[in-house]
């Protein structure tokens, strides 16, 4: 198969970027997305040009640092998957396919494709976590939990903070992603003791850094690779007022 | 001359880890206070190490190549975590698991080390538990458990095929309520490119700014090693793009010796190569073989047939199956340990019953479980492996079986360290699948994660004390000693040395070629010829690479080629490493299988009385050969008996 790419190139955060046009030739379906910008960087690399630089890690869906904008969805059109998980049987021979890099204010180009993506660090740092310190913890059967709630928790635990729901978003809000750890630990009584801060802390952080209001779009969930479910927002919304009530009283 | 000293404790096996703790030195929390401790890494040993050091109030810097903590590669793991805590109630116990991880290293692990491993192996689910990691449960409200490969319980604690993910998550929670707190300091896109020893110990390190290419010098009382395994000497593996030899390679050349470098283990079950340009390979969970049936056809028509389309698997009956595992090795069948699994894989695609577009593949088939269960059952098990095999493949595995094939997954081998963790390099530790380890020549499936956590939480955070109490005295470094300003020259130097070579090849021509050369003479089974083979072969290509290795771009910038060719530099080295071990160990044991020692069946013929040994080896200088130090192992609480599965 036969491509032609149109890629974000920007040198470095500071400087205006712009697309630049390129082609890559006899690409088989099998091949990843991520494997085709290989084929292409060694190209580049043979002519003497740099490579077009982008994130990518574990390539199996689950480390979260690939990212890329691609033809208008952020890992691509196709669903609930990364954007490392993608294949070219999905393009069509010949297609041309434009390539971004996720864009959102909190999330500033580093170079090419690749984003500081800070921001989301620095929202768990505020509180997504239990303080429990290492040692002295009960035996873990103490506390029963429910299948369904484990199960609930573990679907918004699946996140991994790639960041493609700001990307999604409109209004560049990070709800989602801040939503699926707030709901994960609201939905289990480790989390409990903490939940009111956890969550006025983590939404304070996000407002800090800048990104923006939901406005339940669900453009995010669309995107999400995956499939965080809205309602997690729900669920911080709901923390969110019982949390202000109480702390007003 | 370094001489090896393991400095295990006095007593009984189920008694020395507490004697240790008896005894040992600690830092009072003041002293704490005025102590530096860079850790290298942020997977489930680093970041659960960072965490617990900046709880007990040290500061620490902590250090990793990716933009986030959070994306270390521990965050792929699948499968599960093992643990004594016996709810199954199936008869587990903290020696059974002990027991079961020895033999399954095939005897060539330190005993005082596993056992104080599985003795701690509860108390990670536990600190798990309470930091909300949401592991399978059962409809009555408690944890689940599934069994694993190379034991007869069910001790693996798992959350659905997320596991890696849900137990880094935990740890990295920790880890930023320490950076929030200020107790750690998270420097994220910093690669360490060498290790700063001064007057004998180890007192910081040199790292790159990978977004402006700047080299910075950072000082403390102690350093740890969390940077992982070096699978990608193959090219080819499960690890992550970046995952790298660099750190562990650095500390080896100022001094700590490497144990076992040639211990790799090649996981049975990943999706087979698919082409050239594949950049890695993607594993599908051990826990799969919990339910899945190993098979390949019987007869080599129904191979032909099978390949050019005339038949689906399907329509092969029960009798023109040849389900091997279950044939060789009655009592564990599917579930025999993962070199067991891959060689005979292996052994049946050599024979010509492989399947597949290459031949170079096995059927992995869960039709008699979905039948047996349900569908439901099995999606709700293993629904996003499937989905993940259906992504990469394109085909349906509740429909026809997948098809898979051993790839390289971790490496046993690493940085040789003592029953402290600390390194033959005073204030130098190694921790998680850094270190030589406790998995001897082949580790058991969910064991990695077990041994991370164990390492991070509850052993490196005592027994670093012992190191530690007696440098309160000893004020902060300062990174103007000429130590640091040396080894930033050097570092400086070789940076540039790459930048200059301005040759005609990328960087990934040269990786893929050492890759095929590992993979076909150190890989899954090893003879002196190819062995003495890859040693030269190994050489010439470091030459050429030297000579001829074209990177584009800046020093001074972002450079993602220079970034793999400097860790592609040390790759090259390493493989040399890994060659001369396999020469030198004259027997099969575990992941290490030598040709010229099997049994008549095809197993693998351990030589104990030659070989219950660790080699260590030691780096001798630039263009020297290095020299091989042995560790005696000594088996106590163990009989050490052929390892049969059968
Ligand atoms: S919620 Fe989904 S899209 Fe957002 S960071 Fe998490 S995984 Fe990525
Ligand atoms: S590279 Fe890890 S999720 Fe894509």
């Known amino acids: ?249 | 001359m370094v001489k090896l000293n393991s400095k295990i404790p006095e007593g009984p096996i189920e008694k020395k880890w507490s004697n240790y703790k008896d005894q040992q030195s600690l830092v009072n929390p003041a002293n704490k206070r005025k102590i530096d401790i860079i850790v290298v890494g942020t997977g489930l040993a680093g970041a659960s190490a960072a965490a617990s050091l900046g709880e007990l109030g040290f500061n620490v810097k902590n250090f990793c190549f990716q933009d986030s903590p959070r994306r270390a590669h521990s965050i792929a793991a699948q499968g599960g975590i093992n643990a004594a805590k016996n709810y199954p109630n199936d008869g587990d116990t903290v020696y059974r698991l002990f027991y079961d991880t020895v033999k399954g290293g095939d005897y060539r692990a330190r005993e005082s080390n596993v056992y104080r491993l599985a003795e701690v192996s509860n108390n990670i689910i536990d600190q798990c538990i309470a930091q909300g990691v949401p592991f399978a449960r059962e409809y009555s409200g408690l944890l689940d458990n599934r069994s694993f490969g190379g034991a007869q319980v069910s001790r693996t604690f798992y959350a659905r095929g997320q596991t890696g993910q849900q137990l880094l998550l935990g740890a990295y929670g920790a880890l930023s309520k320490e950076i929030k707190k200020g107790s750690v300091k998270m420097y994220t896109r910093h690669e360490m490119l060498d290790l700063v020893v001064v007057e004998g110990r180890a007192r910081g390190i040199i790292a790159r700014n990978l977004i402006n290419g700047e080299l910075e010098r950072h000082a403390a009382h102690a350093v740890v090693i969390a940077t992982g395994g070096y699978g990608n000497v193959f090219f080819l593996s499960t690890n992550a793009m970046g995952s790298n030899v660099t750190a562990v390679w650095k500390v080896f050349k100022k001094g700590s010796f490497f144990g076992n470098p040639s211990f790799t283990q090649i996981h049975p079950t990943c999706i087979p190569v698919h082409g050239d340009f594949q950049s890695k390979l993607t594993l599908m969970s051990e826990s799969l073989r919990n339910d899945g049936r190993i098979w390949v056809p019987r007869k080599k028509e129904d191979v032909a047939r099978l390949k050019n389309g005339e038949i689906k698997p399907k329509d092969l009956s029960e009798e023109e199956r040849d389900y091997y595992l279950e044939r060789r090795y009655p009592a564990f069948g599917n579930l025999v340990p993962r070199d067991v699994a891959s060689r005979a894989a292996k052994e049946r695609c050599d024979a010509g019953y492989g399947v597949g577009e290459t031949g170079l593949a096995v059927y992995l088939d869960f039709e008699s479980a979905i039948e047996r269960l349900g569908k439901d059952v099995i999606e709700e098990r293993y629904g996003n492996l499937f989905q993940m095999y259906q992504k990469i493949v394109d085909e349906n595995p509740y429909e026809t079986p997948m098809m898979i094939y051993p790839a390289v997954h971790y490496t046993m081998g690493g940085i040789w360290v003592d029953y402290e963790l600390q390194t033959t390099i005073p204030g130098l530790f190694a921790i998680g699948e850094a270190n030589f380890s406790d998995h001897g020549a082949n580790r058991l499936g969910a064991s990695a994660l077990m041994q991370g956590l164990a390492d991070g939480y509850f052993v490196l955070p005592y027994t670093i004390q012992s190191y530690l109490s007696d440098q309160i005295g000893v004020p902060r470094f300062s990174t103007e000693l000429p130590e640091f300003a040396e080894a930033e020259k050097q570092t400086k130097e070789q940076l540039e040395k790459l930048m200059s070579i301005k040759g005609k090849n990328s960087v990934d021509h040269f990786h893929k070629l050492l890759g095929k050369i590992m993979w076909e003479y150190v890989g899954m089974s090893r003879n002196k010829k190819g062995l003495l083979h890859a040693i030269t072969a190994i050489k010439e290509l470091r030459e050429e690479f030297w000579k001829d290795v074209r990177i584009p771009g800046e020093i001074n910038d972002l450079n993602t080629e220079l970034e793999k060719a400097a860790r592609l530099a040390d790759f090259l080295e390493l493989g040399e490493l890994m060659a001369r071990d396999g020469l030198d160990r004259e027997e099969s044991c575990g992941g290490h299988f030598r040709e010229e020692y099997q049994t008549k069946e095809g197993e693998a013929l351990r030589n104990d009385k030659n070989f219950t040994f660790v080699s260590a080896w030691e780096y001798m200088g630039e263009g020297k050969e290095p020299k091989l130090n042995k560790e005696k192992l000594e088996y106590e609480a163990i009989e050490v008996k052929q390892r049969n599965y059968k």
């Not at chain 1, 180009?109 to 239990?130: E, F, H, N, S």
């Not at chain 1, 002295?136 to 573990?154: H, R």
């Not at chain 1, 690779?225 to 729900?234: H, R, S, Y």
Request: with cysteine; charged share 25%; hydrophobic share 40%.
């Open chain 1, 1 to 249: 198969m036969d491509f032609k790419l149109k890629i974000w190139k920007q040198k470095n955060a500071g400087s205006k970027g712009k697309f630049v046009n390129y082609e890559v030739k006899g690409i088989s379906s099998d091949t990843s997305f991520l494997e085709m910008l290989d084929i292409l960087n060694e190209d580049l690399i043979y002519k003497g040009e740099e490579p077009v630089v982008f994130d990518h890690d574990c390539r199996e869906g689950i480390c979260g640092m690939c990212s890329l904008y691609i033809n208008g969805y952020a890992h691509g059109p196709d669903a609930a998957i990364t954007t490392c998980q993608l294949h070219m049987r999905k393009f069509k021979d010949g297609a041309t396919i434009t390539i971004e890099p996720f864009r959102a204010r909190p999330f500033p180009v580093i170079k090419d494709l690749m984003i500081d993506r800070t921001a989301l660090d620095t929202m768990i740092q505020a509180g997504g976590y239990t303080s429990a310190k290492t040692g002295g913890v009960p035996d873990a059967n103490a506390i029963l939990i429910s299948k369904e709630n484990s199960d609930l928790a573990m679907d918004a635990a699946s996140c991994i903070g790639c960041g493609a729901c700001v990307a999604s978003c409109k209004n560049a809000s990070a709800m989602l992603f801040v939503s699926a750890k707030v709901s994960q630990l609201a939905l289990l009584p480790q989390g409990k003791p903490e939940a009111a801060e956890r969550v006025l802390n983590m939404v304070a952080a996000m407002d800090e850094a800048g990104f923006g209001n939901c406005t339940n779009t669900g453009a995010c969930e669309a995107e999400c690779p995956k499939e965080i479910k809205i309602t997690n927002i729900a669920r911080l919304n709901r923390e969110y007022f019982s949390a202000s009530f109480a702390s007003e009283l």
